[in-house]
């Protein structure tokens, strides 16, 4: 008696799935292209906010809706990172990178991926993130057509 229960129960689950598996008369909806947009001609440039450590900078030039150039610039109170040497070799030693290295490699990464999602440098995690929040907003800038310098606060 148990066994033709069970059997009963699992012929049961068996037909429903294959009821759930079955299709649709209804036609597949397709999703809707999204409207890409297209960056305007010109030079935009984003900044952070000024903090008592010092801040960052990008600037992306555009050309036929193409990003030709990228500019990544960190610096300090006393001057830009990536010129001063000294501040490069404390953090190489300690980091394996510094802003001589990573900066050229978010510029590099910006004109080769068109966008702002950058894959970043191991070592400069934090500004990996700062250097997307800026790229991004010079981006969207540049879909906008706004050349105006635009000074924006970074979400840490």
Same mark, same amino acid.
């Given at each position: 008696?148990?066994? $033709?229960? #069970?059997? #009963?129960? *699992?012929?049961?689950?068996?037909?429903?799935?294959? %009821?759930? *598996?079955?299709?649709? =008369?209804?036609?597949?909806? +397709?999703? /809707?292209?999204?409207?890409?947009?297209?960056?305007?001609?010109?030079?935009?440039? #984003?900044?952070?906010? =000024? =903090? $008592? =450590?010092?801040?960052? $900078? %990008?600037? &992306?030039? %555009?050309?036929?809706?193409?990003?030709?150039?990228? +500019?990544?610039?960190? !610096?300090?109170?006393?001057?830009?990172?990536r010129e001063n040497k000294e501040y490069n070799a404390q953090m190489k030693e300690v980091a394996k990178t510094s802003p001589e290295t990573f900066e050229v490699e978010f510029e590099n990464q910006v004109v080769s991926a068109q966008n702002h999602?950058?894959?970043? %440098?191991?070592?400069?995690?934090?500004? @990996?993130? /700062?250097? $997307? /929040?800026? !790229?991004? +907003?010079? &981006?969207?800038?540049?879909?906008?057509? +706004? @050349?105006?310098?635009? @000074?924006?606060? &970074?979400?840490?």
């Amino acid at each position: 008696m148990k066994k $033709k229960l #069970v059997l #009963v129960l *699992c012929s049961a689950m068996m037909a429903m799935s294959l %009821v759930a *598996c079955g299709g649709s =008369d209804k036609p597949e909806e +397709k999703p /809707q292209e999204a409207t890409k947009q297209t960056m305007k001609d010109g030079t935009y440039e #984003v900044d952070t906010k =000024d =903090d $008592k =450590d010092g801040g960052a $900078k %990008v600037s &992306i030039t %555009v050309k036929d809706g193409k990003i030709t150039e990228a +500019k990544y610039n960190e !610096f300090t109170k006393e001057g830009n990172k990536r010129e001063n040497k000294e501040y490069n070799a404390q953090m190489k030693e300690v980091a394996k990178t510094s802003p001589e290295t990573f900066e050229v490699e978010f510029e590099n990464q910006v004109v080769s991926a068109q966008n702002h999602e950058i894959d970043g %440098v191991t070592g400069a995690t934090g500004s @990996t993130a /700062q250097a $997307k /929040q800026l !790229f991004k +907003k010079a &981006i969207e800038n540049a879909e906008a057509g +706004k @050349t105006d310098k635009e @000074t924006i606060e &970074i979400k840490k």
